[in-house]
């Protein structure tokens, strides 16, 4: 641990700050169709190419996702890759019908949970000062911070999956309780949401959806 303080934290945070203040001056913003690619003109998927997502991939997306930011570092995101026959039957007993085949069409359904312990890791997530009593023995505070920023990280796992090339279809029309049943029993994970990954069958997609305008949705105070 004594390797992560003092003066070499200082020096890695040094160059890191330094990386990202040479990027932002070589490209100030990402061009339009980089934009398009992963919010502007993606849309959720319900039908799948029969093509495999590599784990060198699902790796890069991990990793991409993981440098997102969350509060105090706590990354208490959990993402399990179900991509086996037998996992997607367990996984299948969650599903109301209706999402049953769209989950078996895809290469990969990742669960997306969150460790409500994650407190424990702060030692080495949050090095230089110990944030763990903020957490330890306060089980709803644990569990929002958990919730909220496990959500967080999903939604960053949704956008990198995109920038890599992959198409994304979210799901929430399944039991909590039985996907923690069958996959977390006896651990501090808990299930937030679903996602299958992969290569979209775009002939499945229905018109896109309207979404608020900003003097609907925004004002100033």
Request: charge should be negative.
């Amino acid at each position: 641990m004594a390797a992560l303080t003092g003066e070499t934290l200082e020096r890695a945070r040094a160059e890191a700050q330094k990386a990202v203040r040479d990027l932002r001056q070589q490209r100030t913003t990402l061009d339009q169709v980089s934009v398009d690619i992963i919010l502007t003109d993606a849309r959720s998927h319900y039908a799948w190419q029969d093509k495999p997502v590599s784990d060198e991939l699902l790796h890069r997306l991990y990793e991409m996702t993981a440098a997102g930011p969350t509060s105090m570092n706590t990354c208490p995101a959990r993402f399990i890759f179900v991509t086996s026959a037998e996992g997607k039957q367990r996984l299948a007993k969650s599903l109301k019908e209706k999402n049953i085949d769209k989950m078996m069409a895809a290469p990969v359904t990742a669960i997306i949970a969150h460790d409500l312990e994650f407190w424990r890791d702060l030692p080495f997530l949050f090095p230089h000062e110990d944030r763990r009593p903020h957490f330890e023995g306060k089980l709803a505070h644990s569990e929002s911070t958990a919730f909220r920023n496990g959500t967080l990280q999903g939604a960053y796992f949704m956008i990198a999956a995109r920038a890599l090339g992959l198409d994304v279809g979210a799901m929430s029309g399944f039991s909590n309780e039985i996907v923690d049943e069958e996959f977390f029993e006896g651990t501090t994970l808990k299930s937030n949401f679903l996602c299958n990954l992969g290569y979209a069958d775009e002939s499945a997609l229905f018109q896109k959806l309207p979404r608020f305008p900003f003097e609907k949705a925004c004002w100033f105070e």
